[in-house]
């Protein structure tokens, strides 16, 4: 009977590795599995859009070698879809008929693109950007000089929709109430930063809806918006950028208390004894507010990961929710923001 | 060598018996050859008939000249995880592990190859089961399916695949090929659609452009190709492997060209009807394992005594005894050379790929003939097995010489065993007019009556009419490559091991190490001035060799009394280049091996 203990991690991102690392700097001897869909070794999903600048071959954007998982001692699990947890029986269960038995369980998920409701039916059409092939599949299909249409504008499509306009590409932003997610900006700075797009060569469509999405061939892109009023938006791909919704399905059973995401106390710990979550996946609770609040950004969801880490590994220690959440113009017209310090 | 823009990946097949592995290798292998790639192909299997053993083939696919099979694959196909995930670390960095993402039965923890997979590999998951069961009702096409990935993968000609399937199941129903071109469409689909991560490159192949088409064969294939336009008319055979394939397809190609084929109860009877019929002037052979030559001893020593023209193939195995039945070694050398009772020098032959056991089996009974001896075509089953893609044209370069001819006056001055200048005799067959002889295996005069005085002379006649063997023209019973002069080291080769040994001279070469090689396919005679110009231009000298007492060193250092330096493997497997090549590293001085536990056998002697 061995007495290492066995740390699962769901997730291969930033809140994931730096779990793993923490973990194993914490602990020389435990077991650690590392569980994504993903078909990549951990790379910097905040630096996609430079594929528009040239960097077409996945290994550029990663931070660390793959070589680094074997000397961490890391089991790697890629392309492995996590349909169920137990938390009663502590176990995972992968889409491949395999379960993986833990002891302690990090979800680290992250989340998936939200997307309004009136467009769900339209998303097998429209182009993501949560990963390399996705953002490959992007540079394959917009041709040097098209244009991208956003529907949204979250900080992550606002980064890549600055490198296209950089690069050559036109972009048309449909604004949406989730247009600078993660932040929560009042009217007067909606106004003002969408100016600066606008300054910056974007051309921004204000106080309407995008209701539907079509394409001209089939076996090609969306390339075409309808809005509320009947009016056609018509680029060479569409894509939403409506913010995240965390990925929680697969903890239905698992016996952890859940809202939009899992639920956690400021230690990172659920409701059930054995599992901690991290990262985007992860509603914290703020005493101040009294509720339950995500903290998005590269920066927060690693430190997240690395703080549940040396929690699951005995320490007691409590994620700082007083951050800094900060967008703003400067007298040039660029756009900075803490969602994109990284 | 291979440059950075050619082909050259290898693609391993892991499977469980039953599951189609071997055959789905053969599709890939002629698929690759008909778009224009030089291929080398290897196939792994259980010595049980049936059941769960694994499973594996490994194709080599190159726009350039290859000589082996590479130590690690580019690509790794999973049909049976159990069976696959030991070779998961045979997968290069950024190379491919593609298996089935959607399994029906539950597998244990770590039961998947996806937990096996490096984080330098590119994991690529297809439903491959439910894609065959929803292609063809069935899931006994998932070693197609794989196929159509592949190709949907690396973008190769769906044209080629579709030809070959029908070819292959062309003694089938229509539905079986109709069935097997669904499941590989299917899968070609899904590989479109997968967005490729790997580095691997594969670019229109583009075979030796004087203008014949390239041919798949294995090493027993050749050798049948090779005796059947030597003109071969006696085959008398006992099924063991690796050699029975060659028994098999002259049981189907003898006959029709009025050729007479037996398969006989044993190997003693399979030897002595071969010698019969050689003494009565028939072109005769028989092939056989390491075991079955070991039983035939005896009537070779026949053979060698009484002067009587045979070949005998032997397709080594793992021994001694049963041994290994289907894994591969070079450890049939001294029972070759030596086996049998007395002074019974005999010719021996050992090819080094397949074009070689065209070339050998073809000269065989020529040489046969010429020195009146039995002559043994000694292989193993790497090469056996193994296809590569031989341009007949290449190959070619043996012509069936016209047969002796065999027109003596008769009279009561003929001697059969006649001394003569170069120790060869004139031969008469039984029924000539005034040429009747005895025909014995005890010591025997000029006339061949039975006189033990004649011993000293006989013996001197059967060893000195073979030595003018070692210049048969167009043989190359010996060859130098790499480069010439005075190198640091030298390896020295035969057999299949010789691929490896090429791939690794060239590989050192790039590495800047000053490297020959030389390979030896006439192990009997030995070659000895062109081995001893070669021991005398290199300061030190390698050989490699599948067996674990260095048979072949041991013969050339007996022969020479020169040091070499032993790599001796008996593991079952082929020879592996980066061991070869860390061997000549350390003996160039470029780079010291680590020390491995090889005991004597690694020795210098």
């Known amino acids: 009977m061995t007495t290492t203990p066995h740390y699962v991690i769901i997730g291969s991102g930033s809140a994931g590795f730096g779990a793993a690392k923490t973990l194993r700097t914490g602990d020389a001897d435990c077991r650690i599995t590392m569980v994504t869909m993903d078909s990549l070794p951990f790379y910097n999903r905040y630096n996609l859009p430079q594929v528009f600048h040239g960097r077409h071959d996945w290994r550029d954007l990663m931070d660390v070698p793959p070589a680094q998982y074997a000397e961490l001692g890391i089991e790697l699990r890629r392309r492995s879809r996590v349909v169920d947890v137990d938390g009663a029986q502590r176990f995972v269960s992968l889409a491949h008929q395999e379960h993986v038995a833990y002891d302690r369980l990090l979800v680290c998920a992250g989340g998936r693109g939200y997307l309004p409701e009136n467009l769900t039916e339209y998303f097998g059409l429209m182009h993501g950007f949560g990963s390399f092939e996705a953002a490959m599949r992007l540079h394959k299909d917009l041709p040097k000089g098209g244009t991208a249409i956003m529907i949204g504008g979250d900080m992550t499509g606002i980064d890549l929709a600055m490198t296209l306009l950089e690069t050559g590409y036109n972009v048309t932003l449909i604004t949406t109430s989730q247009t600078f997610w993660p932040h929560r900006v009042t009217t007067q700075e909606r106004d003002r930063l969408l100016a600066a797009l606008e300054a910056a060569g974007m051309k921004v469509l204000k106080d309407t809806r995008a209701v539907g999405v079509s394409r001209e061939n089939s076996g090609k892109p969306a390339a075409c918006v309808t809005l509320e009023d009947g009016t056609e938006v018509r680029g060479d791909v569409v894509m939403p950028f409506c913010g995240l919704a965390s990925s929680v399905e697969f903890m239905l059973r698992a016996d952890v208390d859940i809202e939009r995401g899992l639920l956690v106390t400021p230690e990172l710990h659920t409701s059930n004894e054995t599992i901690w979550a991290a990262g985007d996946v992860c509603q914290i609770w703020h005493d101040q507010e009294k509720a339950y609040k995500f903290f998005h950004g590269w920066k927060n969801v690693r430190v997240m990961g690395e703080l549940a880490a040396r929690n699951m590994l005995g320490a007691n220690e409590i994620f700082d929710v007083n951050i800094e959440d900060r967008i703003d113009v400067d007298a040039d017209g660029k756009i900075s923001s803490t969602f994109w310090i990284h | ?605």
């Open chain 2, 1 to 605: 060598m291979i440059k950075s823009n050619d082909t050259d990946i290898q693609i391993a097949i892991c499977g469980s018996a039953g599951d189609g592995t071997i055959a789905s290798g053969d599709i890939m292998k002629r698929a690759a050859a008909a778009m224009g790639f030089n291929v080398i192909a290897f196939d792994v299997y259980p010595p049980e008939i049936r059941g769960f053993g694994k499973c594996i083939s490994r194709i080599r696919i190159s726009s350039k000249q290859t000589y082996s099979l590479k130590q690690e694959s580019d690509v790794l196909v999973s049909l049976n995880d159990s069976h696959a995930i030991p070779h998961a670390a045979e997968v290069r960095d950024f190379g491919v592990v593609i298996y089935d993402d959607n399994l029906v039965a539950r597998v244990a923890e770590g039961g998947h190859i996806s937990a096996h997979i490096d984080a330098a590999q590119i994991p690529y998951g297809f439903s491959i089961r439910q894609i065959s069961e929803q292609a063809t009702n069935s899931s006994r096409s998932r070693n197609v399916v794989i196929l159509g990935c592949l190709a949907g993968l690396f973008d190769l000609s769906a044209e080629n695949f579709h030809d070959i399937i029908a070819k292959k199941f062309a003694t089938k129903a229509q539905s079986v090929i109709d069935d097997n071109t669904k499941a590989f469409d299917a899968g070609l689909k899904a590989g479109r659609t997968v967005f490729r991560l790997d580095d691997i490159k594969v670019r229109a192949g583009k075979i030796k452009s004087n203008g014949a088409e390239a041919v798949m064969m294995t090493g027993n294939g050749a050798v049948v190709r090779g005796f059947l336009e030597s003109e071969i008319e006696s085959y008398f055979g006992y099924p063991i492997t690796p050699a029975t394939s060659i028994m098999e397809r002259l049981a189907v190609e003898m006959p029709p060209r009025g050729g007479k084929f037996l398969q006989t109860e044993d190997e003693i009877s399979a030897i002595a009807a071969t010698i019969g019929a050689a003494y009565t002037g028939s072109r005769a052979a028989t092939a056989t394992s390491g075991p079955g030559l070991a039983l035939m001893a005896e009537m070779i020593g026949l053979g060698v005594m009484a002067e009587v023209p045979s070949v005998v193939v032997v397709s080594q195995r793992g021994g001694p005894s049963t041994g290994l039945p289907t894994k591969t070694e070079q450890s049939d050398l001294n029972l070759a050379v030596f086996g049998g009772s007395g002074d019974a020098q005999r010719i021996v032959l050992a090819p080094t790929n397949v074009e070689g056991c065209y070339r050998c089996a073809g000269m065989a009974f020529d040489i046969a003939e010429i020195y009146q001896t039995p002559v043994i075509l000694l292989i193993d089953l790497y090469l056996s097995n193994r296809y590569e893609t031989v341009v007949p044209a290449d190959a070619g370069t043996y012509t069936p010489k016209p047969r002796p001819q065999i027109n003596l006056e008769g009279g009561e001055n003929y001697k059969r065993f006649e001394m003569t200048k170069n120790h060869i005799s004139p031969r008469a067959l039984p029924g000539q007019p005034g040429l009747m002889y005895t025909a014995t295996g005890l010591e025997h005069n000029e006339q061949g009556r039975p006189n033990d005085d004649a011993h000293m002379d006989m013996s001197i006649k059967r060893h000195e009419k073979l030595k003018g063997a070692v210049h048969y023209p167009g043989l190359n019973v010996s060859k130098r490559f790499g480069d010439k002069g005075k190198v640091d080291v030298g390896i020295l080769g035969w057999g299949s091991t010789f691929g490896e040994i090429l791939e690794t001279m060239y590989q050192a070469q790039a590495e800047g190490i000053s490297c020959s090689a030389m390979k030896v396919v006439m192990l009997s005679p030995l070659p000895l001035q062109s081995i001893e110009d070669f021991f005398d231009d290199c300061r030190e000298v390698l050989i490699p060799e599948l067996n674990y007492e260095g048979q072949f060193a041991g013969l050339v250092c007996g022969a020479l009394g020169r040091p070499v330096t032993r790599l001796s493997r008996a593991t079952g497997s082929p020879m592996v280049v980066r061991e070869i090549l860390d061997e000549v590293r350390r003996l160039s001085g470029r780079e010291p091996a680590p020390v491995q536990a090889v005991g004597a056998m690694g020795a210098r002697s």
